[in-house]
């Protein structure tokens, strides 16, 4: 009883949600999400897929597996009043969730996201297919978007990492070798759709403040195949 009255007064304490939102406004707006989150049934990246995400309970999609404690006995299912209070700020409505984004304190705009997210959340919806491509190689990780690591250019395609020292030299397939400080590169993987094929990891621009690249294999076991330390 006394969750369900802190929910009750941050939600008519909180700045009252906008009256009408407007979905164009919303999907331009949403794209800074798209780092983190897809519009995909089932696709989810470092956040769940927002796919029908309303009238979902929060932290009870089956195919995401990294949801807090806090966010699974919250409680809550997502609608516009739970979602505005949501934006507004993650961390007052549930406390100690990993969510990192801080809030969004303009009402039009979470009204806006919220009218895009409310047609585009519909598997159904063909506005979750009108967001922009996330691209390929390279070129699609400086937006923080993930890319498609199936079919890598050889700029992109490892052949092999050597450390020494502080530093890993990363050789890739056009023939070049770049060099990075230790704490600036980071080894990663993907076994999902859009990860690279065993035996191809793929360098790409980290998204990170402080990390210059990501090496991402297809599988961990892949980390002694191609890193080894020598000088």
């Not at 809550?76 to 100690?96: C, F, N, S």
């Not at 250019?153 to 020292?165: E, F, L």
């Amino acid at each position: 009883m006394v969750v369900l009255t802190a929910f009750g007064a941050l939600f008519l304490g909180s700045s009252t949600m906008a009256a009408d939102g407007d979905a164009t406004r919303g999907q331009r707006m949403f794209q800074n999400c798209m780092a983190c989150h897809s519009l995909e049934p089932d696709k989810n990246l470092t956040g769940p897929s927002l796919s029908g995400v309303f009238g979902r309970k929060a932290g009870s999609l089956q195919s995401f597996n990294r949801y807090s404690d806090p966010m699974k006995s919250s409680g809550l299912t997502w609608d516009e009043k739970t979602l505005d209070a949501w934006l507004a700020d993650p961390q007052r409505i549930i406390p100690h969730n990993q969510m990192t984004f801080p809030g969004m304190k303009n009402a039009q705009q979470r009204a806006d996201v919220i009218a895009f997210l409310k047609q585009a959340s519909d598997p159904k919806s063909k506005m979750a297919q009108q967001m922009p491509s996330t691209g390929d190689g390279m070129m699609g990780m400086m937006s923080n978007a993930v890319p498609n690591l199936k079919h890598l250019d050889n700029a992109t395609r490892v052949q092999s990492v050597h450390y020494c020292g502080d530093t890993y030299e990363v050789a890739t397939a056009d023939g070049n070798k770049r060099r990075f400080f230790e704490r600036n590169l980071r080894f990663k993987t993907d076994s999902s759709g859009d990860g690279p094929t065993m035996g191809a990891p793929a360098l790409v621009p980290a998204g990170m403040m402080g990390d210059r690249a990501d090496v991402i294999f297809a599988a961990p076991e892949e980390f002694g195949k191609f890193v080894a330390q020598s000088c």
